[in-house]
Nanobody, 118 residues
Framework: QVQLVESGGGLVQPGGSLRLSCAAS????????MSWYRQAPGKERESVAT????????IDLDSVKGRFTISRDNAKNMVYLQMNSLKPEDTAVYYC???????????WGQGTQVTVSS
């Protein structure tokens, strides 16, 4: 079955960096678009970044443009989110998701907590 396991979250000071990783298994990774979502306390879940099957990436959230980068390694079935210049408002649970091209079903990981605080 599809499994997405996030790691790399934690507590970081404002201005710091984290790299989130997502290990995918149970499906043909190379034919799935991958995304990172996040959900802050009391807020709706929002899409942060997406990377297509072909490797084209987009940052879906204006507030993180220029600071976050998404990437994928099809050989390792991994997707990453590099987060730089972190701000307290980036505090959220971050989720890795997978969607097969042409299909509607989105698979979700269990999430990893990112807390930005001094």
């Amino acid at each position: 079955q599809v499994q997405l396991v996030e790691s790399g979250g934690g507590l970081v000071q404002p201005g710091g960096s984290l790299r989130l990783s997502c290990a995918a298994s149970g499906f043909t990774f190379s034919v799935y678009a991958m995304s990172w979502y996040r959900q802050a306390p009391g807020k709706e879940r929002e899409s942060v970044a997406t990377i297509t099957v072909a490797g084209f990436s987009t940052i879906d959230l204006d507030s993180v443009k220029g600071r976050f980068t998404i990437s994928r390694d099809n050989a390792k079935n991994m997707v990453y989110l590099q987060m730089n210049s972190l701000k307290p408002e980036d505090t959220a649970v971050y989720y890795c998701t997978a969607v097969r091209a042409g299909f509607l079903k989105r698979y979700w990981g269990q999430g990893t907590q990112v807390t930005v605080s001094s």
